[in-house]
């Protein structure tokens, strides 16, 4: 074995000793067979002083066999997150050609799903409540990812018609499956929704009836999951230009980082018009205010994290203060009842697009807790999954359906108002469908908004939808391609604007497969070290 | 210190609007405690306010203080009681980290020609302080309006708690001199003379708290753990812990050799773990992580440097956090006029004794002239141990534990405050300020 591997084996082995071993022990000490341990447990509460001066962090937890498997528990995942970013594991990841969520994200998803059992109660409720603030903070670092990917000056560069292929590429998917979506929820909630829809008989009564189902949950949350359907992970655009070199295709990598953005300002939309607070918070305002309120408040944070990380004399103090800036957006967006992601992505992108000389080094800082954040996030977000609901699954397929529609609708009308270079439309639809990783992430955020801010009961089923979406996605994608015969690039369209010699059309090479399953076996696995998504 | 001025102004008007978004009765049982919100606020606030510190010559950790206990409950509110609460998340990693930087520091070889003048400053200085606390605290006791809860005791329960309080106010406080220590850049004899001393001391007193406490229950007849538990209890805090904290030297060890990606991250879940897993297992963090420093720098091949090198990103955050949040628990209204008049007799009484008996020490152990000068001031500040230990009292004296406690944390808060610049005052003073660089960059 390999020196490398061997320490990754003992670390893992290391780690899951301690989780199999730390409860037994902690059971034993809480039953306490021996008497004198049991004296010795009690008289040291009375001994130790940092412990009545700080106290647990975990409060909630009843017993101490609970906190110390709950504690091993997220050193455990901590562990295996951090190991995950191990460059022997992005490897594998690459040359099984896998995506971040399919590959190391859905084992941490899982992970959470078992950590939440009763009879495992790693992740319990008043856990995930104690976690609500370090929650927060993940967001809003994601948030800040995505945002300082956003470059202006990268925009000057990209095709013109890259805002009508994004437009086109983004909308679509994101009304029809709102709509799919609005329809599905209105036939389940048809005991509130039927009445009102019943009780139309003229255009005045059609008007309050939609301002009605308008303000619904049914809508809103139709509507996030409208916002998810927008984001698509960059991996297939970039095969696509590995493969060809084509101008097209890197169109459709810019398309594909920008449709982030595009799924945020949805959601933006969504906590401006459907105030989770409006019912207790001080503050009235009109909701088109609240979209001002939040724009304006990642513009400030934006503005003071630049502030700060300028002022900062060394390294650590720039660390220091992106992580208070950070801290900051996340903290006063949960405080006012909108999603971090958004705060965090607006802060980010000021960050990233105004002048200043470490930004290669403040955007490798944030890059490298990207991805063990996220995966820790996938074991939240797996916790807070109930996927007890038969909704959730029956929403699930029609969640993927309509969103794959949506896209390959928005692959067409791409095609026509985009330039010559693009592939074709099912290609660049296709290419385009598989769900980003910050789907998760923006579900998990509006679920985490609205939990409790009313009767709703569909957030459950929003989250099953996008987890086990992200995998029918891909399952789906790839047996359309297997259906097609690979997923091939029209030779017609590497044409002369191609930065590369247009390739020969019978090479094999420019036959893609798609990720997971490696259709095509001909396609060469990639052989850079560069991460072909993000996060 | 203009920026900082107006950087500081811009983070409190942004939190005071946002803390106006709720009405103070509002449920944030949606929205949580804010902890976030307040995790930013103190970090960014509180660096501002070392920036501005260190401006005029004071100490960033005064600072740190100043502000937290500003922004805190007893006085702004902007950052509640339940958010203090919800950041002991950061507060706990924090005592790991400092613990472990503070092993990591410490290399025996090094320290070996130093070990003999360690001890004896260290026994002969807390000894003295005891004594003449304890001495002072009789002498109080007989004007009762001074120390009111000492009336209708007999002698021997004054005693007692005259010992107790002796104890408590000798308490010294690692993590102040580890964090002036690392602002200043302080490296040589001094700053490791200092830091060894600090350090066993703190062992020094957990045992001395566990003595007085027995006696104390003893005195006054408390219900509570018998003379065999508390021997366990001490038993299991002062060597099992150290047990502990080098199996969890071994795993970091491990891992940086074999792994060695993303450390600062890895250690950042160890000192989690340590925390709040050895809290309970009534395990002592500090101790655990202080045991793991030292098995790295001292039986291992990785140079103790190389580990705060990499966890030097989070240290600055750190520090910054755990100060403001101790300053956010100082509370104001036990620093009524009677206790701050016998707080203050009783701090200058300890630097008194601190000084006597560190000069005494050092005299015993041979410490070179040029240092007499410097580390007695190391011994002056208090925090943490001091205050945990003066909450014991109070929960465990319910009969006079309520006005000692309002004396010992009156103290505790003037040494916090005045300690750290006394201190640094030293250090600049001293001639090893600034030279962490070239000792680093020796190695």
Same mark, same amino acid.
């Given at each position: 074995?390999?020196?490398?591997?061997?320490?990754?084996?003992?670390?893992?082995?290391?780690?899951?000793?301690?989780?199999?071993?730390? #409860?037994?022990?902690?059971?034993?000490?809480?039953?306490?067979?021996?008497?004198?341990?049991?004296?010795?447990?009690?008289?040291?509460?009375?001994?130790?002083?940092?412990?009545?001066?700080?106290?647990?962090?975990?409060?909630?937890?009843?017993?101490?066999?609970?906190?110390?498997?709950?504690?091993?528990?997220?050193?455990?995942?901590?562990?295996?997150?951090?190991? *995950?970013?191990?460059?022997?594991?992005?490897?594998?990841?690459?040359?099984?050609?896998?995506?971040?969520?399919?590959?190391?994200?859905?084992?941490?998803?899982?992970?959470?799903?078992? /950590?939440?059992?009763?009879?495992?109660?790693?992740?319990?409720?008043?856990?995930?409540?104690?976690?609500?603030?370090?929650?927060?903070?993940?967001?809003?670092?994601?948030?800040?990812?995505?945002?300082?990917? /956003?470059?202006?000056?990268?925009?000057?560069?990209?095709?013109?018609?890259?805002?009508?292929?994004?437009?086109? %590429?983004?909308?679509?998917?994101?009304?029809?499956?709102?709509?799919?979506?609005?329809?599905? /929820?209105?036939?389940?909630?048809?005991?509130?929704?039927?009445?009102?829809?019943?009780?139309?008989?003229?255009?005045?009564?059609?008007?309050?009836?939609?301002?009605?189902?308008?303000?619904?949950?049914?809508?809103?949350?139709?509507?996030? =999951?409208?916002?998810?359907?927008?984001?698509?992970?960059?991996?297939?655009?970039?095969?696509?230009?590995?493969?060809?070199?084509?101008?097209?295709?890197?169109?459709?990598?810019?398309?594909?980082?920008?449709?982030?953005?595009?799924?945020?300002?949805?959601?933006?939309?969504?906590?401006?018009?459907?105030?989770?607070?409006?019912?207790? *918070?001080?503050?009235?305002?009109?909701?088109?205010?609240?979209?001002?309120?939040?724009?304006?408040?990642?513009?400030?944070?934006?503005?003071?994290?630049?502030?700060?990380?300028?002022?900062?004399?060394?390294?650590? %103090?720039?660390?220091?203060?992106?992580?208070?800036?950070?801290?900051?957006?996340?903290?006063?967006?949960?405080?006012?009842?909108?999603?971090?992601?958004?705060?965090?992505?607006?802060?980010?992108?000021?960050?990233?697009?105004?002048?200043?000389?470490?930004?290669?080094?403040?955007?490798?800082?944030?890059?490298?807790?990207?991805? #063990?954040?996220?995966?820790?996030?996938? =074991?939240?977000?797996?916790?807070?999954?109930?996927?007890?609901?038969?909704?959730?699954?029956?929403?699930?397929?029609?969640?993927?359906?309509?969103?794959?529609?949506?896209?390959?609708?928005?692959?067409?009308?791409?095609?026509?108002?985009?330039?010559?270079? =693009?592939?074709?439309?099912?290609?660049?639809?296709?290419?385009?469908?598989?769900?980003?990783?910050?789907?998760?992430?923006?579900?998990?955020? /509006?679920?985490?908004?609205?939990?409790?801010?009313?009767?709703?009961?569909?957030?459950?089923?929003?989250?099953? *939808?996008?987890?086990?979406?992200?995998?029918?996605?891909?399952?789906?994608?790839?047996?359309?391609?297997?259906?097609?015969?690979?997923?091939?690039?029209?030779?017609?369209?590497?044409?002369?604007?191609?930065?590369?010699?247009?390739?020969?059309?019978?090479?094999?090479?420019?036959?893609?497969?798609?990720? #997971?399953?490696?259709?095509?076996?001909?396609?060469?696995? #990639?052989?850079?070290?560069?991460?072909?998504?993000?996060? | 210190?203009?920026?900082?001025?107006?950087?500081?102004?811009?983070?409190?008007?942004?939190?005071?609007?946002?803390?106006?978004?709720?009405?103070?009765?509002?449920?944030?049982?949606?929205?949580?405690?804010?902890?976030?919100?307040?995790?930013?606020?103190?970090?960014?606030?509180?660096?501002?306010?070392?920036?501005?510190?260190?401006?005029?010559?004071?100490?960033?950790?005064?600072?740190?203080?100043?502000?937290?206990?500003?922004?805190?409950?007893?006085?702004?509110?902007?950052?509640?009681?339940?958010?203090?609460?919800?950041?002991?998340?950061?507060?706990?990693?924090?005592? +790991?980290?400092?613990?472990?930087?503070?092993?990591?520091?410490?290399?025996?070889?090094?320290?070996?020609?130093?070990?003999?003048?360690?001890?004896?400053?260290?026994?002969?200085?807390?000894?003295?302080?005891?004594?003449?606390? !304890?001495?002072?605290?009789?002498?109080?006791?007989?004007?009762?309006?001074?120390?009111?809860?000492?009336?209708?005791?007999?002698?021997?329960?004054?005693?007692?708690?005259?010992?107790?309080?002796?104890?408590?106010?000798?308490?010294?406080?690692?993590?102040?001199?580890?964090? &002036?220590?690392?602002?200043? +850049?302080?490296?040589?004899?001094?700053?490791?003379?200092?830091?060894?001393?600090?350090?066993?001391?703190?062992?020094?007193?957990?045992?001395?708290?566990?003595?007085? $406490?027995?006696?104390?229950?003893?005195?006054?007849?408390?219900?509570?753990?018998?003379?065999? +538990?508390?021997?366990?209890?001490?038993?299991?805090?002062?060597?099992?812990?150290?047990?502990?904290?080098?199996?969890?030297?071994?795993?970091?060890?491990?891992?940086?050799?074999?792994?060695?990606?993303?450390?600062?991250?890895?250690?950042?879940?160890?000192?989690?773990?340590?925390?709040?897993? +050895?809290?309970?297992? $009534? @395990?002592?963090?500090? @101790?655990?992580? &202080?045991?793991?420093?030292?098995?790295?720098?001292?039986?291992?091949?990785? $140079?103790?440097?190389?580990?705060?090198?990499?966890?030097?990103?989070?240290?600055?955050?750190?520090?910054?956090?755990?100060?403001?949040?101790?300053?956010?628990?100082?509370?104001?209204?036990?620093?009524?006029?009677?206790?701050?008049?016998?707080?203050?007799?009783?701090?200058?009484?300890?630097?008194?004794?601190?000084?006597?008996?560190?000069?005494?020490?050092?005299?015993?152990?041979?410490?070179?002239?040029? $240092?007499?000068?410097?580390?007695?001031? !190391?011994?002056?500040?208090?925090?943490?141990?001091?205050?945990?230990?003066?909450?014991?009292?109070?929960?465990?004296?319910?009969?006079?534990?309520?006005?000692?406690?309002?004396?010992?944390?009156?103290?505790?808060?003037?040494?916090?405050?005045?300690?750290?610049?006394?201190?640094?005052?030293?250090?600049?003073?001293?001639?090893?300020?600034?030279?962490?660089?070239?000792?680093?960059?020796?190695?």
């Amino acid at each position: 074995m390999r020196p490398r591997m061997k320490a990754l084996f003992s670390f893992l082995v290391l780690f899951a000793i301690v989780l199999v071993a730390g #409860p037994a022990f902690a059971q034993d000490a809480a039953q306490g067979v021996p008497q004198i341990a049991q004296d010795a447990v009690q008289a040291a509460q009375h001994v130790t002083p940092e412990a009545h001066e700080t106290g647990p962090i975990l409060k909630r937890v009843a017993t101490d066999s609970e906190l110390l498997r709950i504690v091993l528990g997220l050193g455990l995942a901590l562990g295996l997150a951090v190991a *995950a970013t191990h460059p022997f594991v992005r490897r594998i990841e690459r040359r099984l050609g896998l995506t971040l969520v399919t590959a190391s994200g859905l084992p941490f998803i899982l992970m959470g799903l078992i /950590f939440r059992h009763p009879r495992v109660g790693i992740l319990t409720d008043s856990v995930l409540a104690d976690l609500r603030p370090a929650l927060e903070f993940g967001v809003g670092w994601l948030g800040f990812a995505v945002g300082m990917k /956003f470059n202006l000056s990268e925009l000057d560069r990209v095709h013109p018609k890259t805002g009508a292929i994004l437009f086109a %590429e983004t909308a679509i998917p994101v009304v029809t499956t709102t709509i799919a979506c609005s329809l599905f /929820f209105i036939f389940i909630d048809y005991t509130q929704t039927f009445p009102i829809l019943a009780s139309i008989h003229s255009y005045a009564d059609f008007k309050r009836a939609s301002y009605e189902l308008s303000r619904h949950a049914s809508f809103r949350d139709a509507i996030a =999951l409208g916002a998810c359907a927008a984001q698509a992970a960059p991996v297939a655009a970039l095969a696509i230009e590995r493969s060809s070199g084509s101008r097209g295709a890197r169109i459709l990598e810019h398309v594909s980082q920008l449709d982030d953005v595009a799924g945020i300002f949805v959601i933006s939309l969504v906590c401006a018009f459907f105030r989770p607070t409006e019912s207790f *918070a001080a503050w009235k305002l009109p909701h088109i205010a609240w979209l001002f309120v939040i724009l304006g408040l990642g513009g400030v944070l934006g503005i003071l994290a630049y502030v700060l990380v300028r002022s900062a004399k060394t390294r650590t %103090e720039e660390i220091a203060y992106l992580l208070g800036a950070i801290a900051l957006s996340a903290g006063m967006s949960g405080y006012l009842g909108i999603s971090p992601l958004i705060t965090g992505a607006i802060a980010g992108a000021l960050l990233a697009n105004l002048p200043q000389k470490e930004m290669a080094r403040l955007k490798e800082t944030i890059e490298q807790v990207e991805r #063990p954040l996220f995966l820790i996030f996938l =074991l939240v977000a797996g916790a807070l999954w109930d996927p007890r609901g038969w909704q959730g699954w029956v929403l699930c397929p029609l969640f993927v359906l309509s969103r794959i529609v949506g896209k390959l609708v928005g692959a067409r009308a791409a095609k026509r108002v985009g330039p010559e270079e =693009l592939p074709d439309a099912t290609t660049m639809g296709l290419a385009l469908s598989p769900q980003s990783p910050m789907v998760i992430v923006t579900v998990v955020s /509006f679920v985490t908004i609205y939990k409790g801010a009313d009767d709703s009961s569909h957030l459950p089923w929003l989250m099953t *939808a996008c987890i086990f979406g992200a995998l029918l996605t891909e399952v789906t994608v790839q047996w359309i391609v297997r259906v097609r015969g690979g997923l091939s690039l029209d030779p017609r369209s590497v044409g002369t604007h191609s930065l590369m010699p247009p390739p020969d059309p019978d090479d094999p090479a420019i036959s893609l497969s798609m990720p #997971p399953a490696p259709v095509d076996v001909t396609s060469p696995p #990639p052989t850079t070290d560069v991460d072909p998504e993000h996060p | 210190m203009i920026r900082a001025t107006f950087l500081l102004v811009l983070v409190v008007l942004l939190v005071a609007a946002a803390r106006s978004f709720l009405p103070a009765d509002a449920d944030t049982s949606l929205i949580g405690s804010g902890a976030a919100l307040a995790f930013g606020f103190i970090l960014l606030a509180s660096l501002q306010a070392g920036a501005i510190f260190g401006g005029i010559k004071l100490p960033q950790l005064t600072g740190y203080l100043v502000l937290g206990f500003l922004a805190g409950p007893s006085v702004l509110n902007f950052v509640t009681h339940r958010m203090v609460d919800d950041m002991r998340l950061v507060n706990n990693v924090a005592i +790991g980290l400092i613990a472990l930087s503070a092993g990591s520091e410490l290399n025996f070889r090094r320290l070996k020609p130093k070990l003999r003048a360690i001890f004896s400053i260290t026994i002969a200085a807390l000894l003295v302080a005891v004594v003449v606390i !304890g001495g002072a605290v009789l002498t109080l006791g007989t004007m009762t309006h001074f120390l009111p809860f000492l009336e209708g005791m007999t002698l021997w329960q004054k005693s007692v708690v005259a010992l107790t309080m002796g104890v408590v106010l000798s308490a010294l406080s690692p993590t102040v001199a580890l964090a &002036l220590i690392g602002e200043t +850049g302080t490296a040589g004899p001094i700053s490791e003379t200092i830091l060894g001393l600090v350090v066993f001391a703190d062992l020094f007193i957990v045992f001395a708290f566990a003595g007085v $406490h027995a006696l104390g229950q003893a005195a006054f007849a408390t219900a509570g753990a018998s003379a065999g +538990g508390m021997a366990t209890e001490v038993v299991l805090h002062i060597f099992v812990s150290p047990l502990v904290g080098l199996a969890l030297g071994a795993v970091l060890a491990i891992y940086v050799k074999r792994v060695n990606v993303r450390v600062a991250l890895f250690v950042f879940g160890i000192c989690f773990l340590g925390a709040e897993a +050895g809290k309970r297992l $009534h @395990l002592d963090p500090l @101790l655990m992580c &202080l045991s793991a420093g030292l098995f790295i720098e001292n039986l291992t091949d990785i $140079h103790g440097a190389r580990l705060i090198k990499d966890i030097e990103a989070a240290a600055v955050p750190v520090f910054a956090i755990f100060f403001a949040v101790a300053g956010a628990g100082l509370e104001l209204h036990v620093f009524t006029a009677t206790v701050a008049i016998s707080s203050l007799i009783l701090v200058l009484v300890r630097a008194f004794g601190m000084i006597v008996g560190s000069q005494i020490g050092m005299a015993i152990g041979q410490v070179p002239q040029a $240092h007499r000068k410097t580390i007695p001031y !190391g011994l002056l500040s208090q925090s943490g141990i001091a205050i945990g230990l003066a909450l014991l009292v109070k929960n465990h004296f319910p009969a006079w534990g309520d006005g000692a406690s309002a004396c010992l944390l009156g103290a505790v808060m003037i040494n916090e405050l005045v300690g750290p610049v006394l201190f640094r005052r030293a250090l600049l003073a001293s001639g090893e300020a600034g030279r962490k660089e070239v000792v680093a960059g020796s190695h």
